[in-house]
């Protein structure tokens, strides 16, 4: 029964190219904030990305699915906010989640970045 498993398997795979492999990302990224290139500086943008991200992550996801011209990537860990949720009978204490923002700084050749004219 295993041996063909393994067989259905081994067909399955041989049946799509090696060579052509998506990577689709598991990752979201929030776009909070952009602006345009001006002649002093490059265009920039604001993301929302999980804690774990790395900037060669955020670099990469751009590079590779969107084809935008990334130099250089900053990254700021934020805190959860937390709160105290007062009731009848009791106090109960939450923490929204924790997040990152990674500023994106583009090249040159980006000078529009799509959001609108400002």
Known sequence: MFASM????????N???PGYRMWMPTMPMVLLHAEHASESSPA???FRVLP??????VKEYLTKIYDLPVVQVRTQNYLG?????I????????????????FVTFDNTLADTGIGSL
Do not use: C, W
């Open 6 to 13: 393994r067989l259905m398997a081994s067909s399955i795979s």
């Open 15 to 17: 049946r799509f190219n």
């Open 44 to 46: 920039t943008a604001v």
């Open 52 to 57: 774990k991200m790395t900037k060669h992550e």
């Open 81 to 85: 906010k937390r709160m105290r949720i």
């Open 87 to 102: 009731g009848k009978r009791q106090i109960v204490y939450a923490k929204r989640p924790d997040y990152k923002k990674a």
